[in-house]
Every structure is written in C-alpha cells, then in structure tokens.
C-alpha cells in the first residue's frame, strides 16, 4: 500500500468517526491543511485579517457539509476548493462594494504574509539577504494574474502534483502545465534583474 493510500485510508476512518459524532477528531482532519488553506486564501485576498477569517469560514463550511464529501478525490483537494471558493465570494463582494469604502487604508491590498513562500528555492545566502530574496520573490508573486499565481503557489510552494492541482481548480491537466509554464517564465521575466542584484553568480531558475 503507498504511502497515498494510506493516508485516505487514515483520512476514510477518521471522517467515518466525525460523522459517528467524535467531532473533535475534526481538528486533526484539518490540521495538515491549515497552512495551505490561508496560503491560497492569502493570495486571492491579500489581506492577512481578511483571510484568516475566510480560512475560519472555510473550515466550517467543511464542517456542515463533511456528508457530502464523497471520496473522489483527497479531503484536502476538497478543502482547498472549498477555501477558494470561500476567498473568491469574498473578493467578488469586496468589488461590489468598493465604491462605498473609499477610506480605505492605502497599501492595505498588497500587505503579504513574511511566511508566504515558506523556503521555496531557498539558496545558501546570509540571513539578512535570504530575507531580501524571500520578499523579493513574495512581491513577485503576488504580482502575477490570479489563474498562475494560484497554479504557481500549488505546485511550486505547496507542491501538489499536477492531478491534484487540476482537481481543486476544476481545469484539466493539460491546463495545469500550461498555467504553471507561464507562471515560472513571468516570475523569470520579473524577478531575474533584481535577483542578480543579490548574487550575480546564483542561477535562480532551476526549472529551466
């Protein structure tokens, strides 16, 4: 049995007890999830507050509709649709409603977690530049359209593989490549100037 199965097998038996009326095994569903889920709620919003209130808000969304989660795919493939789902509604009544809070703080929209993009492509610089690198990358990031920046943050930084990816997204596999392969060649395109400003001898672009 691999390692894959295993883990819906743990996951099958412990949604079977939640739905039995343990719901404090709830928690321990969740839990290897709750990362990813601000992450992607995060990059969709672009607010911390904003998104760790979604991520609640997700979570018990979950929560009341465990019964009509039906194994097709992972638990977390279904949460993290979820999650966007929830930031997405969020974003959308946001617009709706811009017009009417026009007092809003400047440069609120673009404050982003400092942990975003935990250790991704992480290279052996003192700490003061890994810090430069880590806000550089995150600033780049955050630039991208929303359609790579969220195919780019699950593949790449939450590393899910691509049918995963084409799960929670609702797009095909073929769609996947395609987004992330635009994705690595904009943040190449962005990010390449202002890396080698940190260290011109580091190739940055492992992927190519």
């Known amino acids: 049995m691999t390692a894959e199965e295993i883990q819906l097998r743990n996951e099958a038996q412990v949604i079977a007890s939640i739905m039995a009326g343990e719901t404090g095994f709830f ?18 919003l672009r607010n911390e507050a904003d998104a ?10 979950a929560f009341r509709n ?3 989660f039906r194994a097709e795919s992972k638990f977390g ?4 649709r979820i999650a966007l789902n929830e930031a997405r509604s969020r974003l959308r009544a946001r617009k709706t409603a811009a ?22 492509r992480e290279v052996p610089l003192e700490t ?3 810090q ?9 990031v955050m630039t991208l359209p929303e359609i790579y ?37 904009m943040l190449q395109k962005t990010l390449a100037p202002r890396l080698k400003q940190v260290n011109p001898k580091q190739r940055w672009f492992p992927w190519l």
Do not use: C, N
Not at 132 to 140: C, F, N, S
Not at 153 to 158: A, N
């Open 128 to 130: 003061l530049e890994r």
């Open 149 to 185: 920046r969220e195919i780019f943050l699950l593949r790449d930084v939450e590393e899910l593989s691509v049918r995963e990816s084409a799960t929670t997204l609702g797009i095909s596999e073929a769609a996947v490549k395609v987004r992330l392969h635009r994705a690595r060649m």
């Open 99 to 120: 017009a009417e809070t026009l007092d809003a703080a400047p440069g609120e929209e673009g404050h982003v977690s400092p942990a975003l993009l935990r250790d991704w």
């Open 77 to 80: 493939t279904w949460l993290i």
């Open 52 to 61: 760790e209130d979604a991520a609640q808000e997700a979570f018990l969304k």
């Open 132 to 140: 430069e690198v880590r806000i550089v990358l995150q600033q780049a």
């Open 27 to 44: 928690h321990d569903l969740i839990r290897p999830y709750e990362r990813t889920v601000y992450i992607m709620i995060l990059s969709v």
């Open 66 to 68: 465990l019964s009509k």
